[in-house]
């Protein structure tokens, strides 16, 4: 448990943008509220940039590139290590500032603090382990040298379910790579970005490095920072629909460019799937979050000869849930972000039932404060009914039936999004055939949760481009420079 309280933590987090190692007030002096959704209550109100605001810490990034860049990749490593270090620490608070601004239950921020931080710690090593190659040329008249360079000033957008997780994804693989960088965090969330960047300057990262801009006119401010001849590189997590439109800006520049986006995610039970498994990895992959991930289980495939029975069982499940307050040491299911994210679950789940579906459990929102909505079991979804085609976003857990193996397929990749399935099988060739024939980034094979720092996150069609963690993800920051040096192949 936490020791300090809501109020003195609160107070310890940043009210100002970072801007070139300097904690300083938006041009405009204007502030935003940052609300607590179980309570609705004001939490702090922070600056609210404006485009001049974001270009001055675009700039503050480019002065100090060219010196981040020549650091030694051991000092910026040893410099991320200290932030993980910092981190750790301060478990407690981060976990609470998290369950604050965004909802989730204490346990599980305490859990997104050991996945983000992990970031810190895998880039701090992936630093030090930045190649290239040599060799002689085919015609063995010279030597080719392939060496990589850190891209150039990056601009990293950040969504609100994660707030530490997907800014540490993201500012970790950047700094290690040699590149300075500009955050924006979601308006809903930006305290635990503003208490990350705290956590970066006390170990001394130096001025310029890492900048936060935080906003409540995200698109006012990006534009024009995505249009600076400066940035090089833009990565972003959000929606599809967002994440196109910043595709299409960044075309101008032709700007290096990450996406994780949407997803969509089948959750496939076949009839010879161990049912413990599939009901605890169905529970994870659905209500972790209150259902507010891209790597939500969206659409339960379950066959036909099963799907009363894992119904049953997860309706057991849903009913040991407590809902409530996420600083409540017995909450499982916190609030969602906001009244019209219940407003938009609500219809999901009155459209299925509309078209056929049989509520099992739930299917309303909280009478009373903050916007919380009941966790819900719906069977028997129908084709064509929009919680199959749009992302949920919400603690509801929808069940198609299937007969045919070739159907599960097809239905499962029925969607413009491809970033994570789950499948539940004990045959060992069928679930070969799975990776084989699912259309999608990631895939759990018996497992609800697929994340890792060392894993390449990312999806495939319109969830996105590039991948997060891993070896890959460090080259999302990098580009190629080949050399040719004729004479001597060295060889
Ligand atoms: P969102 O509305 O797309 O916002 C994401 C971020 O983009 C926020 O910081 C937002 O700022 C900013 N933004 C919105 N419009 C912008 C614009 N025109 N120009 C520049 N920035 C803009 O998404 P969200 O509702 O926060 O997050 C949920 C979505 O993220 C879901 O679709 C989820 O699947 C996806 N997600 C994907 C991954 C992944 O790794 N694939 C991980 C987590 C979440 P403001 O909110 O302040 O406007």
Not at 42 to 69: I, M
Not at 177 to 183: D, E, L, Q
Not at 382 to 389: E, K, M, T, Y
Request: aromatic content about 6%; some cysteine; proline content about 5%.
């Amino acid at each position: 448990m936490t020791h300090i309280t809501e109020s003195a933590l609160l107070d310890a987090v940043p009210s100002t943008l970072f801007i070139g190692g300097r904690w300083e007030a938006a041009e405009s002096g204007r502030t935003l509220a940052v609300f607590d959704p179980a309570t609705g209550a004001v939490l702090k109100h922070v600056a609210d940039a404006g485009p001049g605001d974001g270009l001055r810490a675009l700039a503050a990034a480019a002065s100090a590139a060219d010196d981040w860049a020549a650091t030694a990749p051991r000092v910026r490593g040893e410099l991320l290590r200290g932030v993980f270090e910092l981190v750790q620490k301060r478990t407690d608070d981060m976990a609470l500032l998290m369950t604050l601004e965004m909802g989730k239950p204490l346990s599980e921020a305490r859990g997104e603090v050991a996945y983000g931080g992990e970031f810190l710690r895998w880039f701090s090593e992936e630093a030090v382990r930045i190649t290239g190659r040599y060799g002689s040329n085919p015609e063995g008249t010279g030597q080719m040298v392939v060496s990589q360079r850190p891209v150039g000033p990056a601009f990293l957008i950040t969504p609100w379910n994660f707030p530490l997780a997907m800014a540490t994804r993201k500012i970790a693989p950047a700094l290690a790579a040699g590149c300075t960088v500009v955050v924006k965090p979601a308006e809903l969330t930006p305290l635990t970005t503003l208490y990350l960047a705290k956590l970066f300057e006390e170990v001394g990262l130096p001025a310029g490095v890492l900048n936060v801009v935080t906003t409540s006119a995200s698109a006012a401010l990006a534009e024009p920072i995505i249009a600076d001849p400066r940035l090089r590189k833009l990565s972003f997590t959000g929606s599809t629909p967002v994440g196109r439109t910043l595709i299409r800006q960044a075309a101008q520049n032709v700007l290096r460019t990450s996406m994780e986006l949407g997803g969509n995610a089948p959750f496939i039970v076949f009839a010879d799937a161990d049912l413990d498994k599939a009901v605890d990895g169905a529970v994870a992959a659905k209500f972790r979050n209150i259902g507010q991930a891209c790597t939500a289980a969206n659409r339960f495939i379950v066959h036909r000869s099963v799907a009363p029975e894992f119904a049953r069982r997860v309706v057991e499940r849903v009913a040991e849930f407590t809902v409530g307050r996420g600083t409540e040491p017995e909450t499982t299911i916190g609030p969602l972000i906001t009244e019209s994210a219940v407003e938009k679950v609500d219809a999901l789940v009155h459209d299925a039932v509309a078209r056929g579906a049989t509520l099992l459990v739930g299917g309303r929102r909280r009478a009373g404060e903050g916007s919380f909505y009941e966790p819900t079991v719906l069977t028997g979804v129908r084709a064509g009914s929009d919680i199959l085609r749009e992302e949920i976003f919400g603690p509801v857990l929808a069940i198609v039936e299937f007969d045919e193996e070739a159907e599960a397929v097809a239905l499962a990749n029925d969607t413009e999004y491809g970033l994570v399935s789950y499948v539940f099988t004990e045959n060992l060739a069928r679930g070969q055939r799975m990776i084989d024939r699912l259309d999608t980034g990631m895939m759990g094979l018996n497992v609800g949760v697929v994340s890792n720092a060392a894993a390449p996150f990312g999806g495939v069609k319109q969830s996105g481009l590039g991948r997060e963690g891993g070896a890959e993800g460090i080259h999302e920051y990098l580009s190629t420079k080949y050399t040719l040096i004729p004479g001597s192949t060295g060889l």
